[in-house]
C-alpha cells in the first residue's frame, strides 16, 4: 500500500463548481495549517484556456467567495496560490495528456483528482496511462457518480483497474469525510455502553434522515437522470446505515472497516417486485414554501415534466444475526422543511411497566445523532416529573444531551474535503469506497429502480416544504412507528 505523501497533486475539473467551492478551499485550508507537504505542487487542469497566472486569479476569487475572511491571510493565500500551475487539457483527448507530462515533470508520487463528467473518466485513465502517469506512486481519486447502475458502475471501475491497482484507487463519498460521521464510529466502539444492546434484542428499529431545503441548484443536467435514489441514498445513506450496522472492525484501519462494511451491504434483504410498494416510497416535489420563501415546483425548475423522483422513503432489513426483524428506515428528499442529517435509533421498551398501575406511560429509550446542520448526541430517558404524586405517578423524556458543539468550541471543524484531500495526499484510504463496496450498494439500489419499473411507479406529488408525500408517513405508520421530527 502506498504510504509516502505525494509531491504532485493534479485536479482534473479544476474549474468547475466542486474546485471551485470544496476543493481549492480545503486545500487551502490544510495548506495554511502546515499540513501538506511542504513542497506539494498542485497542477488543475480543465478545458478552459487559461494560462497560469488566469487560474491563480480564478483560484484567489474561489478562496475569498468561498472562505470566510478571517481565515484568509494574504500571506498564506500567496503561498497557496504559488503552488499553484495549470494546463489547458480536452481530457477527452488522450493525445494531449504528454503535454500535462512534460508539465509535471519529474515527481515523486502523484495523488490525481478526477472532477470532471464519469463521461471523461474512461478517455481521461487512458490518457493518463499512455502518458506513464498512472505508474508508480501514483493514487487516483474519483468523485461520483461512479456509473448509475451496477453495469456502469463495473465499467467504470474496470476502466479504471486497467490502470490503477485497487489500493491505489481512492473513491469518493463526501459523506465518510465529515467529523461528525467518523463520530458515530467513536461512539460506537469507543464507549462501551452501547455495544451490548447495539442489536435486534436491544434496539426496536433505526431510522436515517437526510432532508435539504435545496431545490435542484442549476444541476438539471445531472440530476434529472439521476433521483434521490442514486443521488443519495446508493452512497452517503447506504454507507451511514453500514456504519450503524456493521460488526466492530478489529483495527481502524482500511481493510479491516471496509470488510464490515461490505458485509453488511451483502446482508440487504433485496427489495424485489414483490415487496416494492410497501417498502418504497417516492415522491416530487411541486411549488410550495421554504423557510417562509414561496418555490417553485421541481417540473416548472426543470422546464418539463418529469418522473424523476426527488423524495424516496424506504424500509430495508440487514438479514444477519444481529439485526434480525429490526427495520431500518431511510429517508431524503429535496425541498423539505429544513436541512438535517440525523440517525434516530429506537430501544425496546423495558419488559415490563412497574408505573403502569399509577398511571405513567414509559418510552423506550431513543438515541438521536445529529450530524447536520448541528453536531450533537442526545439520548433520551425516562424520568420522574417533580411532585407528591397524588394523582398518580408522572414520568417524562429528558435527554441527556452531548453538545458536541460545546464540548469541542474551539476547534475548527474541517469540511469533508480537508480530510479527504489529505488522506489522498498522504495515501490512506481507509475513508474511501471500495470496489466490492460500491457494486454491492448498486446491485441493492438497481433491485430497487427494476422494481419500481415493473411496477409503474411514480413518484407522488408533494408540497415544497413539507416531509415528502404522505404515503411516506404510511410506510412506518403500519409498523406503529412515526417519523422522529
Ligand atoms: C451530493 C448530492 O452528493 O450530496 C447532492 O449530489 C446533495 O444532491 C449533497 O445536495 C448533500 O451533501 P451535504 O454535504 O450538503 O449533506
Same mark, same amino acid.
Given at each position: 500500500?502506498?504510504?509516502?505523501?505525494?509531491?504532485?497533486?493534479?485536479?482534473?475539473?479544476?474549474?468547475?463548481?466542486?474546485?471551485?467551492?470544496?476543493?481549492?478551499?480545503?486545500?487551502?485550508?490544510?495548506?495554511?495549517?502546515?499540513?501538506?507537504?511542504?513542497?506539494?505542487?498542485?497542477?488543475?487542469?480543465?478545458?478552459?484556456?487559461?494560462?497560469?497566472?488566469? &487560474?491563480?486569479?480564478?483560484?484567489?476569487?474561489?478562496?475569498?467567495?468561498?472562505?470566510?475572511?478571517?481565515?484568509?491571510?494574504?500571506?498564506?493565500?500567496?503561498?497557496?496560490?504559488?503552488?499553484?500551475?495549470?494546463?489547458?487539457?480536452?481530457?477527452?483527448?488522450?493525445?494531449? &495528456?504528454?503535454?500535462?507530462?512534460?508539465?509535471?515533470?519529474?515527481?515523486?508520487?502523484?495523488?490525481?483528482?478526477?472532477?470532471?463528467?464519469?463521461?471523461?473518466?474512461?478517455?481521461?485513465?487512458?490518457?493518463?496511462?499512455?502518458?506513464?502517469?498512472?505508474?508508480?506512486?501514483?493514487?487516483?481519486?474519483?468523485?461520483?457518480?461512479?456509473?448509475? #447502475?451496477?453495469?456502469?458502475?463495473?465499467?467504470?471501475?474496470?476502466?479504471?483497474?486497467?490502470?490503477?491497482?485497487?489500493?491505489?484507487?481512492?473513491?469518493?463519498?463526501?459523506?465518510?469525510?465529515?467529523?461528525?460521521?467518523?463520530?458515530?464510529?467513536?461512539?460506537? %466502539?469507543?464507549?462501551?455502553?452501547?455495544?451490548?444492546?447495539?442489536?435486534?434484542?436491544?434496539?426496536? *428499529?433505526?431510522?436515517?434522515?437526510?432532508?435539504?431545503?435545496?431545490?435542484?441548484?442549476?444541476?438539471?443536467?445531472?440530476?434529472?437522470?439521476?433521483?434521490?435514489?442514486? #443521488?443519495?441514498?446508493?452512497? *452517503?445513506?447506504?454507507?451511514?446505515?453500514?456504519?450503524?450496522?456493521?460488526?466492530?472492525?478489529?483495527? %481502524?484501519?482500511?481493510?479491516?472497516?471496509?470488510?464490515?462494511?461490505?458485509?453488511?451491504?451483502?446482508?440487504?434483504?433485496?427489495?424485489?417486485?414483490?415487496?416494492?410498494?410497501?417498502?418504497?416510497?417516492?415522491?416530487?416535489?411541486?411549488?410550495?414554501?421554504?423557510?417562509?420563501?414561496?418555490?417553485?415546483?421541481?417540473?416548472?425548475?426543470?422546464?418539463?415534466?418529469?418522473?424523476?423522483?426527488?423524495?424516496?422513503?424506504?424500509?430495508? *432489513?440487514?438479514?444477519?444475526?444481529?439485526?434480525?426483524?429490526?427495520?431500518?428506515?431511510?429517508?431524503?428528499?429535496?425541498?423539505?422543511?429544513?436541512?438535517?442529517?440525523?440517525?434516530?435509533?429506537?430501544?425496546?421498551?423495558?419488559?415490563?411497566?412497574?408505573?403502569?398501575?399509577?398511571?405513567?406511560?414509559?418510552?423506550?429509550?431513543?438515541?438521536?445523532?445529529?450530524?447536520?446542520?448541528?453536531?450533537?448526541?442526545?439520548?433520551?430517558?425516562?424520568?420522574?416529573?417533580?411532585?407528591?404524586?397524588? #394523582?398518580?405517578?408522572?414520568?417524562?423524556?429528558?435527554?441527556?444531551?452531548?453538545?458536541?458543539?460545546?464540548?469541542?468550541?474551539?476547534?475548527?471543524?474541517?469540511?469533508?474535503?480537508?480530510?479527504?484531500?489529505?488522506?489522498?495526499?498522504?495515501?490512506?484510504?481507509?475513508?474511501?469506497?471500495?470496489?466490492?463496496?460500491?457494486?454491492?450498494?448498486?446491485?441493492?439500489?438497481?433491485?430497487?429502480?427494476?422494481?419500481?419499473?415493473?411496477?409503474?411507479?411514480?413518484?407522488?406529488?408533494?408540497?415544497?416544504?413539507?416531509?415528502?408525500?404522505?404515503?411516506?408517513?404510511?410506510?412506518?405508520?403500519?409498523?406503529?412507528?412515526?417519523?422522529?421530527?
Amino acid at each position: 500500500m502506498p504510504t509516502s505523501p505525494a509531491t504532485t497533486l493534479l485536479l482534473f475539473g479544476a474549474t468547475g463548481d466542486l474546485a471551485q467551492r470544496m476543493l481549492l478551499p480545503s486545500l487551502y485550508g490544510l495548506a495554511a495549517d502546515g499540513l501538506l507537504p511542504q513542497d506539494l505542487r498542485i497542477f488543475g487542469t480543465a478545458r478552459s484556456p487559461l494560462d497560469e497566472a488566469g &487560474f491563480r486569479a480564478a483560484a484567489a476569487e474561489a478562496l475569498h467567495r468561498h472562505i470566510d475572511a478571517e481565515r484568509l491571510s494574504a500571506e498564506a493565500v500567496d503561498a497557496f496560490l504559488r503552488r499553484l500551475h495549470y494546463v489547458a487539457l480536452d481530457a477527452s483527448e488522450p493525445a494531449q &495528456f504528454a503535454r500535462l507530462a512534460d508539465a509535471v515533470g519529474a515527481h515523486g508520487g502523484l495523488a490525481i483528482f478526477l472532477s470532471t463528467a464519469p463521461s471523461l473518466f474512461r478517455a481521461t485513465i487512458e490518457g493518463l496511462r499512455s502518458a506513464g502517469l498512472s505508474e508508480g506512486a501514483v493514487r487516483l481519486a474519483l468523485e461520483k457518480p461512479l456509473g448509475s #447502475d451496477l453495469a456502469s458502475s463495473r465499467e467504470i471501475n474496470d476502466a479504471v483497474a486497467a490502470a490503477f491497482p485497487e489500493a491505489r484507487t481512492f473513491r469518493i463519498d463526501h459523506y465518510l469525510g465529515k467529523e461528525t460521521v467518523q463520530n458515530l464510529l467513536a461512539l460506537r %466502539f469507543g464507549n462501551s455502553l452501547f455495544e451490548p444492546m447495539w442489536n435486534a434484542a436491544g434496539i426496536d *428499529h433505526v431510522q436515517i434522515t437526510v432532508s435539504e431545503t435545496v431545490g435542484l441548484e442549476g444541476r438539471a443536467g445531472y440530476y434529472d437522470g439521476s433521483g434521490a435514489l442514486r #443521488d443519495m441514498v446508493q452512497n *452517503h445513506m447506504l454507507q451511514l446505515l453500514a456504519l450503524v450496522a456493521m460488526e466492530p472492525p478489529a483495527q %481502524f484501519d482500511a481493510g479491516a472497516v471496509r470488510d464490515e462494511k461490505v458485509k453488511v451491504f451483502r446482508s440487504l434483504r433485496p427489495i424485489d417486485r414483490r415487496s416494492i410498494l410497501a417498502s418504497t416510497v417516492t415522491g416530487q416535489y411541486g411549488p410550495g414554501a421554504v423557510a417562509g420563501a414561496p418555490v417553485p415546483g421541481y417540473a416548472d425548475e426543470l422546464g418539463a415534466p418529469s418522473l424523476t423522483e426527488t423524495f424516496v422513503a424506504l424500509k430495508a *432489513h440487514v438479514d444477519n444475526w444481529r439485526w434480525k426483524g429490526v427495520p431500518f428506515y431511510l429517508r431524503t428528499g429535496k425541498r423539505l422543511p429544513e436541512r438535517r442529517t440525523e440517525i434516530f435509533i429506537q430501544f425496546k421498551g423495558v419488559p415490563h411497566s412497574i408505573f403502569a398501575s399509577r398511571g405513567a406511560t414509559v418510552e423506550p429509550n431513543k438515541l438521536v445523532i445529529g450530524l447536520q446542520p448541528e453536531e450533537n448526541i442526545r439520548l433520551l430517558m425516562m424520568a420522574k416529573q417533580p411532585g407528591l404524586d397524588r #394523582d398518580g405517578i408522572r414520568l417524562r423524556e429528558v435527554p441527556l444531551d452531548l453538545g458536541l458543539a460545546n464540548a469541542f468550541a474551539d476547534t475548527r471543524r474541517r469540511i469533508a474535503y480537508e480530510r479527504l484531500l489529505l488522506d489522498l495526499v498522504e495515501g490512506d484510504p481507509t475513508l474511501f469506497v471500495r470496489r466490492d463496496e460500491v457494486e454491492a450498494q448498486w446491485e441493492w439500489i438497481d433491485a430497487i429502480r427494476d422494481g419500481w419499473a415493473a411496477n409503474n411507479v411514480v413518484p407522488k406529488g408533494y408540497a415544497a416544504g413539507t416531509w415528502g408525500p404522505s404515503a411516506a408517513i404510511a410506510l412506518t405508520e403500519r409498523d406503529g412507528v412515526s417519523w422522529h421530527e
